[in-house]
């Protein structure tokens, strides 16, 4: 009888002893803080092995390929992740630290319209404008399918109106430019991607002004016909300075000729915001909705994606949504360990908050993918540039690094000496294309030798020996040779990651933004930060009204010494 008491109190001990242990590591992912929790603990002890080893050491291992990639076949996309600084147990440590963050559990709130945004108390649900399935999301007891579904009907509807030439302007004629009116998440989306499909392009020109500089707008209406010209003045508050000062300017270009009655032939407006639409001048009609639970930057699925139905045709502008949704449904329901997004977030955090890496290039091998660069600045910078987490402290690590790049082999000429042989560190994403959209002699497999050669190039450099050996073969002199022999030899182990894509698509195009975008979910979740607001851009945009009214000379504010001095300077030498 006692030893029944006795077995049974330690099974009861055990199970309070495992439980407890459960808590604290569920406590230290969320309250303790981040850089003492085991898994970056872990990680810490792991990089110190690392930073001693070198690619060329790595590469030892016949199998690293096999290993470090994921290949999807339905999608035509590989992802090679071998050449970067990391071995198994990296790899293990990273997608630990990714359990322990519950990116999953994070992503399906999001998804299922949980108001993750909570600084602004908004559900992020860009996904649901892609959701193919159809299936139901509810913000606040309401499925937002339907009214998603219903603005979706209207895009095709008038898109297919305007191609055709069934919609024309206020002189019966038909359209044939079409001006996007926008900035930020209202310009850089539909526009990057009107450039990626230009080779699909078979409707209206279209042309993005987005600078309140007024060459902007006006280098664009010097070149177009009033007749046949439609704006679509794009602006999720429909209150931003830029856009506004634009579609005014646009409107007076129309209506001095054309007359008041023009707009509502010559204007449609993209926003959530149907009062101020209204108040300027268009109609309900002609407003193409999309919600609050839309990010500005994660728009281009929405009502802001018009100028690319228009462009290409709205059943190319669906096949975009499809590839988008195809890669979440790949980032909802794959492991961690063949999750390309959430990989791709655990080696830029891996860089970043180990390597001391601040920057990060993404190198398009293609030309019309040359906006991608900049497109991805926005979603990257105004999502992850944030200092305080979750529980609304400081953090002490680094969070979103800088986004940069350029188009290859473009970049090649201008800046990879720096990667190369400078002094900073700099992770980098190739993108490159299997098949060439336009086939012009040798064209793409130049394009694409480069491709492949640089990364290698960046992995595996070239040693003081093998410089020697290559002077030497070409007849230099030995004090030549020693003169060169430091300048020529490239270090090496500079990390990167391959996409490789079959052919660049609407589909492979809207799979290749959904995976980035959930990169940058996956590493806002990793540094426990609210990847969904933009709090830091408001400060520059409230002065800025301040100082207009002072460059009027409607008010004189005090500034500091500096800002009072360079006004003055622009007062008094201004024509
Ligand atoms: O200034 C930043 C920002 O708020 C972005 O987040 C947004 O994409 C852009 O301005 C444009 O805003 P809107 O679409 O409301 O004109």
């Known amino acids: 009888?006692?030893?029944?008491?006795?077995?049974?109190?330690?099974?009861?001990?055990?199970?309070?002893?495992?439980?407890?242990?459960?808590?604290?590591?569920?406590?230290?992912?969320?309250?303790?803080?981040?850089?003492?929790?085991?898994?970056?603990?872990?990680?810490?002890k792991n990089y110190k092995e690392?930073?001693?080893?070198?690619?060329?050491?790595?590469?030892?291992?016949?199998?690293?390929?096999?290993?470090?990639?994921?290949?999807?076949?339905?999608?035509?996309?590989?992802?090679?992740?071998?050449?970067?600084?990391?071995?198994?147990?990296?790899?293990?440590?990273?997608m630990d630290f990714v359990k322990a963050a519950k990116v999953n559990e994070c992503a399906r709130k999001m998804f299922s319209g949980?108001?993750?945004?909570?600084?602004?108390?908004?559900?992020?649900?860009?996904?649901?404008?892609?959701?193919?399935?159809?299936?139901?999301?509810?913000?606040?007891?309401?499925?937002?399918?339907?009214?998603?579904?219903?603005?979706?009907?209207?895009?095709?509807?008038?898109?297919?109106?305007?191609?055709?030439?069934?919609?024309?302007?206020a002189t019966g004629k038909k359209i044939t430019d079409i001006v996007n009116i926008g900035i930020g998440g209202s310009d850089l989306g539909p526009r990057m991607v009107c450039e990626a499909l230009k080779y699909y392009a078979d409707g209206p020109n279209v042309y993005f002004v987005s600078n309140v500089d007024g060459?902007?707008?006006?280098?664009?209406?010097?070149?177009?016909?009033?007749?046949?010209?439609?704006?679509?003045?794009?602006?999720?508050t429909f209150t931003t300075i830029e856009t506004i000062t634009n579609a005014l300017t646009a409107r007076r270009w129309i209506t001095n000729k054309l007359g008041d009655s023009a707009v509502v032939k010559h204007f449609v407006a993209l926003s959530t915001n149907a009062k101020k639409v209204k108040e300027f001048g268009i109609s309900e009609n002609n407003m193409f909705k999309f919600w609050d639970f839309v990010g500005g930057r994660y728009s281009l699925w929405s009502a802001i994606g018009l100028p690319i139905a228009c462009y290409i045709g709205f059943?190319?502008?669906?096949?975009?949504?499809?590839?988008?949704?195809?890669?979440?449904?790949?980032?909802?329901?794959?492991?961690?360990?063949?999750?390309?997004?959430?990989?791709?977030?655990?080696?830029?955090?891996?860089?970043?908050?180990?390597?001391?890496?601040?920057?990060?290039a993404i190198l398009p091998y293609s030309k019309y993918l040359h906006k991608f660069p900049a497109y991805l600045q926005q979603v990257d910078m105004e999502s992850n540039g944030k200092t305080i987490n979750f529980e609304g402290n400081r953090v002490?690590?680094?969070?979103?690094?800088?986004?940069?790049?350029?188009?290859?082999?473009?970049?090649?000429?201008?800046?990879?000496?720096?990667?190369?042989?400078?002094?900073?560190?700099?992770?980098?994403?190739?993108?490159?294309?299997?098949?060439?959209?336009?086939?012009?002699?040798?064209?793409?497999?130049?394009?694409?030798?480069?491709?492949?050669?640089?990364?290698?190039?960046?992995?595996?450099?070239?040693?003081?020996?093998?410089?020697?050996?290559?002077?030497?073969?070409?007849?230099?002199s030995s004090s030549e040779i020693e003169l060169l022999t430091?300048?020529?030899?490239f270090d090496g182990n500079k990390p990167t990651n391959s996409i490789l894509i079959n052919k660049l698509t609407p589909r492979t195009l809207g799979a290749l933004i959904a995976l980035y975008e959930h990169k940058i979910f996956t590493q806002g979740v990793m540094w426990k930060i609210n990847s969904f607001d933009q709090w830091g851009v408001e400060l520059g945009k409230v002065l800025a009204n301040v100082i207009l009214l002072d460059l009027k000379g409607e008010t004189d504010n005090k500034h500091d010494s500096s800002t009072s001095g360079l006004i003055k300077i622009f007062k008094s030498n201004k024509n």
């Open 315 to 360: 059943d190319k502008f669906v096949e975009l949504l499809e590839g988008a949704y195809y890669m979440d449904q790949h980032f909802l329901n794959s492991p961690y360990e063949k999750n390309i997004p959430v990989i791709m977030a655990a080696l830029g955090f891996w860089y970043n908050n180990f390597f001391g890496a601040s920057t990060y």
């Open 396 to 476: 002490n690590y680094e969070t979103g690094p800088i986004i940069w790049g350029e188009a290859g082999t473009n970049g090649q000429h201008s800046f990879y000496q720096l990667i190369h042989q400078g002094t900073k560190f700099i992770p980098c994403d190739f993108i490159g294309f299997i098949n060439p959209l336009e086939k012009v002699g040798d064209h793409h497999e130049k394009l694409m030798a480069n491709y492949f050669a640089q990364p290698e190039a960046l992995a595996f450099g070239l040693t003081k020996d093998e410089v020697i050996g290559n002077l030497r073969k070409a007849g230099i």
């Open 215 to 236: 060459v902007d707008i006006c280098d664009v209406l010097k070149k177009l016909n009033r007749e046949t010209t439609l704006f679509i003045v794009a602006s999720k």
């Open 50 to 94: 690392l930073k001693k080893v070198h690619l060329r050491d790595l590469f030892k291992d016949e199998n690293r390929f096999c290993e470090f990639s994921v290949r999807d076949n339905d999608l035509g996309l590989t992802f090679d992740y071998s050449k970067n600084i990391i071995n198994s147990c990296t790899f293990r440590l990273l």
């Open 486 to 489: 430091p300048h020529k030899t």
């Open 1 to 44: 009888m006692r030893l029944k008491f006795l077995i049974i109190g330690i099974f009861f001990v055990l199970l309070f002893f495992i439980f407890g242990i459960f808590l604290v590591k569920e406590k230290q992912m969320n309250e303790i803080e981040l850089r003492s929790t085991p898994q970056w603990r872990n990680l810490e």
């Open 114 to 169: 949980e108001k993750i945004n909570w600084t602004e108390q908004r559900a992020v649900l860009h996904t649901a404008l892609r959701n193919r399935g159809n299936k139901s999301v509810y913000v606040d007891g309401e499925d937002v399918m339907p009214k998603i579904n219903a603005v979706l009907e209207k895009m095709k509807k008038f898109s297919n109106d305007l191609r055709s030439g069934e919609w024309r302007g």
